[in-house]
């Protein structure tokens, strides 16, 4: 009897440990078909936008000098409530204002932007801005900060975005002194950091104005921090108006860039007297275009007939329309999945129009038959030296392969602050620095770029018709100078330049008379300090090996430092959690496998591997899996083709992962070399 209770007993237990393990598998085939559901179709989150206009003193007209007397600033805001109110690739997003001066004021809380009643009452909020005295913009990024994080969390179902406009810097009131200036710095810096640790991007916009150019402080020091701070929290872009015209197309270009479309020069530049018409090409495989239309008059009337002539209407079930005759001066088109051909624009009225196609294309669309290759520049590129852009391919079709045609060129050019600072036309000739003529790969080199944010605007030309264009942002940082000073009382070359060498009566050197006692000590200062630079390096290597062999670190394996943030993941997935990396000294990226760093819903992608740097610090590097894993992982917005190394800050992107490397020793060295952060007082700006 005992024993036949035993085995009902034992098998009972079996049929629910089958039942448990039956329901486990259910359970993980039904996350695995969800997950792959939303993947294939996840839209784009929508936006929680802040723009911080700044309205201090020297934006308004003063004493003849004013960056923006005519409030196009408060146009620009506008263009972008209205695109954002039409733009269906960034439905539910939410917009607010931050004016800011000497204090900040939230003027528009976060409002949903698909009403029409609430864009009007945006409108009506911002239209008549008051001066606000002097600038503080680390209030108001404060305030931007507080506002989209209350209680330091990012809502993961929403995008977060700022948009900062300042013409000024900050000052401390009366006399700053040269400390204070620089703990207020840090403070924006470290304000940034919080940003970025949750993903939002702070695009900055500059404006100029004879104030600004004459102020070394802003060209020299706040230029350059307004750019840092848009290249550390990608991928913000930093803009510069040299004149208050130019905001309504910077403003244009930043929300097109957030709506995830591709846009370029105006496709209507027209003046018109009574009636005119314009022809705007819509090619296919488009999920959406956006027309942009910006008129001088209001009064002056936009029609927009589709392929054959009949007329895109307000109230179509494809078309969500903004702006209306006689009260606007901007009015948006956004059609969605739109016929290709040729649309057609009519125009009645008097004054002048200008107009962007902004296109969004379909997740499906068949992949463009020339597409641009090679062009991999660094993330950071070192200042006062030529930058070369090797190995660049046009490549043709499905088939992948390189272009090779005479009638190819490759046009190089490099911009700051959104304008050209330099063009050269990429060469395939076996000169300079093109490694083989006539291979399909090309190679151009710019001199000197600029310190600060740039990017690189490709572009390939067959027979001189556009086939395809690329970007690759980078930031080029000033690295110190080493500089070599001879032993005392040496003279080096430079100091005798200027003299004129010992000779015969004609100025030149004797036939016999061989080296000068001067170009002997010269000579003999030259061998001295080679010499010296010499002993000190042999010295350094030497004692560098005996280290590493004898002290501390001897016979320690390097393993893996550090751990990843997720910053975006897949539905259903937390954020914000660090995923530490194992005590390993290899280790794998994806999947969900032990002995690497799992990433639910992707395949293994990338390999980690810990080394260890010539002063003996442990550092970690990652490479992909195979060439074809590339394309799915990106450092810094860069395609992953080699093995790179991972410094604290940098951003990865594996498949639908988004994360970031975090290094508590790299972090730790790097705010040794910085001041204590404080906040301090009041701050002014330009008058």
């Known amino acids: 009897m005992m024993n036949r209770l035993r085995r009902l007993k034992r098998g009972c237990f079996l049929v629910v440990l089958a039942g448990v393990v039956l329901l486990i598998l ?108 002097w600038t503080d913009p680390l209030e108001a990024l404060q305030l931007a900060y507080d506002t989209l994080f209350p209680r330091g969390q990012r809502d993961p179902a929403r995008q977060p975005v700022v948009i900062l406009l300042t013409d000024g810097k900050p000052e401390l009131s009366p006399a700053p002194s040269p400390t204070n200036q620089a703990a207020y710095v840090a403070d924006l810096r ?25 102020d070394p402080e802003i060209q020299t020091v706040y230029r350059n921090l307004w750019q840092e701070m848009a290249a550390h929290t990608p991928p913000a872009e930093y803009h510069e108006a040299r004149t ?50 910006l008129r001088s008059d209001p009064a002056l009337e936009v029609r927009l007939l589709r392929p054959g002539g009949a007329p895109a209407r307000p109230d179509d079930p494809d078309v969500r329309h903004t702006g209306e005759r006689g009260a606007t001066r901007e009015e948006m088109w956004a059609i969605a999945n739109p016929r290709p051909g040729r649309w057609t624009l009519e125009l009645r009225g008097q004054g002048t129009v200008l107009a962007w196609r902004d296109a969004v294309p379909r997740d499906d669309a068949r992949a463009p038959a020339y597409a641009i290759d090679g062009a991999d520049v660094p993330a950071r590129v070192p200042a006062g030296q030529p930058l070369e852009v090797a190995g660049v391919s046009v490549r043709r079709g499905a088939a992948n392969e390189a272009l090779v045609d005479t009638g190819l060129q490759i046009l190089v050019e490099l911009r700051r602050a959104g304008f050209a600072e330099a063009t050269a036309l990429a060469r395939d000739d076996g000169a300079g620095c093109d490694a083989e003529p006539g291979d399909g790969r090309y190679c151009a080199v710019l001199a000197d770029p600029p310190p600060g944010a740039c990017t690189l605007h490709l572009r ?66 030259r061998w001295l300090v080679a010499g010296a630079a010499g002993l000190a390096t042999a010295a350094g290597v030497g004692g560098l090996l005996i280290w590493r062999r004898h002290g501390p670190l001897a016979g320690r394996r390097v393993r893996l430092e550090g751990g990843l943030r997720v910053l975006a993941a897949p539905p259903g997935h937390p954020t914000g959690a660090l995923l530490d990396l194992p005590a390993a000294r290899l280790a794998t990226l994806g999947g969900t496998g032990k002995g690497g760093v799992a990433l639910p819903g992707e ?33 810094n917005e860069h395609p992953l083709k080699t093995a790179r190394r991972l410094r604290d800050g940098d951003v990865l992107t594996v498949g639908t992962y ?24 009041s701050v002014g700006g330009v008058t």
Request: charged residues 25%.
């Open 190 to 214: 470290a304000l940034v950091d919080r940003f970025r640790e949750l993903g939002c991007p702070v695009f900055t916009i500059a404006l100029s104005s004879q104030a600004t150019d004459r």
């Open 26 to 133: 259910l359970c993980a085939a039904l996350f695995v078909l969800v997950y792959r559901a939303q993947a294939q179709g996840t839209p784009r989150l929508p936006l929680d936008a802040l723009l911080l206009v700044d309205h201090s003193n020297s934006m308004w007209d003063k004493g003849g000098v004013g960056s923006d007397p005519d409030l196009l600033r408060v146009r620009a805001a506008g263009l972008f409530v209205a695109y954002l109110g039409v733009d269906t690739a960034r439905a539910g997003s939410r917009l607010g204002v931050i004016h800011f001066g000497g204090e900040s004021v939230l003027a528009v809380p976060l409002t949903a932007l698909d009403d029409a009643g609430n864009r009007q009452a945006i409108r009506a909020a911002i239209a008549d801005p008051q001066r606000m005295d």
């Open 460 to 525: 390939a030309l067959l027979d001189g018709a556009e086939v395809a264009r690329h970007v690759v942002a980078f930031e080029v940082v000033a690295l110190p100078r080493l500089e070599m000073e001879p032993p005392s009382g040496v003279e080096s070359i430079e100091d005798r330049a200027g003299e004129q060498p010992r000779g015969d009566e004609q100025g030149g050197p004797t036939a016999d008379s061989g080296p000068t006692a001067d170009s002997r000590l010269t000579a003999g200062g």
């Open 603 to 635: 395949p293994p992608r990338a390999t980690l591997r810990a080394a260890r740097s010539p002063t003996g610090d442990a550092e970690t590097w990652i490479a992909p899996l195979a060439a074809d894993d590339s394309a799915e992982v990106t450092l």
């Open 244 to 293: 208050a015209d130019d905001l309504l197309g910077i403003y244009h270009a930043v929300v097109a860039r957030l709506s995830g479309a591709e846009s370029g020069a105006p496709v209507v530049e027209a003046a018109v007297e009574g009636q005119a018409s314009e022809t705007i090409v819509v090619e296919e495989g488009l999920a959406q275009v956006t027309l942009v239309v």
């Open 658 to 681: 988004r994360l970031r490397y975090e290094s508590l020793r790299q972090a730790s060295a790097g705010r040794a070399r910085h001041r204590p952060r404080r906040r301090v007082g």
